[in-house]
C-alpha cells in the first residue's frame, strides 16, 4: 500500500513530440504528489508538485494531471526537448502517525528525446 | 553557494572496510535525509532527522548508522560494508517534512570489491 507504481519504465520520444509518464498509488493518504527530474551524474530536482485538490497543475510545457477517483497522476511534457531527456521519479507523501511526512518514489522513467 | 554537499563524490573501498559520507547543507533547513539508489536507479529513503533529532528509520541493516552533530550536517557511517552496498548515496534536506521540497547532494557513488 505504500507504493506508487511508474509506467513506462523508458521513453523515447521525438523532439517536439509528447512524453506522458504515469504514476498509480493506492494509499489514499497520500496528500502531495511531487515530480522530480534527475539528470545523470546529479541528484534530484523538484521538477512541479500537485496536491488533491486540484485536477491538473501546469508549469511551462510540464503539466501534472490527477484523477484523485483512480488514484493515478501522470507529467505530460509538451514540446519535448532534448535537454529534458532525464530520468522523471513521480512521488507521493502523507503524514505518518508520528506526525512527520516520508515521501515514496516511484522506480524511475527514463526520458530520452531524440533530434 | 552549494546548498547541499556531500564528500567524498566516489568512494572504493574492500569488502568489510568501515566507511563515512558528509552531508552538509547551508539553506537553514530543518529536515535532512539519507537516500540510497540503487544500479536500477530505484531511489529508497533510509533516514530522515528533524533538527538533529531520528524521525525516519527505515528497514536497514544496522551496520548503517546516521550522526546529526548539528542542524546543518547529516553524516553516514558504515561499518562492515558489502557487496550489496555498492550504490549511489544521496543526502538531502528540506525545510519541514515530507511535504516541502527536497534538495538533493550531487551524491556519493560507493563502490565496494
Known amino acids: 500500500q505504500q507504493q506508487v507504481k511508474q509506467s513506462p519504465q523508458s521513453l523515447i520520444v521525438q523532439k517536439g513530440g509528447i512524453s506522458i509518464i504515469n504514476c498509480a498509488y493506492e494509499?489514499?493518504?497520500?496528500?502531495?504528489f511531487p515530480w522530480y527530474q534527475q539528470f545523470p551524474g546529479k541528484g534530484p530536482a523538484l521538477l512541479i508538485a500537485?496536491?488533491?485538490?486540484?485536477s491538473e497543475k501546469k508549469e511551462g510545457r510540464f503539466t501534472i494531471s490527477f484523477n484523485k477517483s483512480a488514484k493515478q497522476f501522470s507529467l505530460h511534457i509538451m514540446d519535448s526537448q532534448p535537454g529534458d531527456s532525464a530520468t522523471y521519479f513521480c512521488?507521493?507523501?502523507?503524514?505518518?502517525?508520528?506526525?512527520?511526512?516520508?515521501?515514496?518514489f516511484g522506480p524511475g522513467t527514463s526520458l530520452s528525446v531524440i533530434p | 553557494d552549494t546548498a547541499v554537499s556531500q564528500t567524498p563524490k566516489y568512494l572504493v573501498t574492500q569488502m568489510g572496510n568501515d566507511k563515512s559520507i558528509k552531508c552538509e547543507q547551508n539553506?537553514?533547513?530543518?529536515?535532512m535525509y539519507w537516500y540510497k539508489q540503487d544500479s536500477k536507479k530505484f531511489l529508497k529513503i533510509m533516514f530522515s532527522?528533524?533538527?538533529?533529532?531520528?524521525?525516519i528509520n527505515e528497514t536497514v541493516p544496522n551496520r548503517f548508522s546516521p550522526k546529526s552533530p548539528d542542524k546543518a550536517h547529516l553524516n553516514l557511517h558504515i561499518n562492515s560494508l558489502e557487496l550489496g552496498d555498492s550504490a549511489v548515496y544521496f543526502c538531502?534536506?528540506?525545510?519541514?517534512?515530507?511535504?516541502?521540497?527536497?534538495?538533493f547532494g550531487p551524491g556519493t557513488r560507493l563502490t565496494v570489491t
Open positions: 494509499n489514499t493518504a497520500f496528500d502531495y
Open positions: 538531502a534536506s528540506s525545510p519541514g517534512e515530507g511535504r516541502d521540497e527536497q534538495y
Open positions: 539553506l537553514g533547513h530543518d529536515t
Open positions: 532527522y528533524n533538527n538533529k533529532e531520528l524521525i
Open positions: 512521488a507521493a507523501s502523507h503524514t505518518l502517525k508520528t506526525s512527520y511526512d516520508k515521501v515514496i
Open positions: 500537485i496536491r488533491p485538490d486540484v
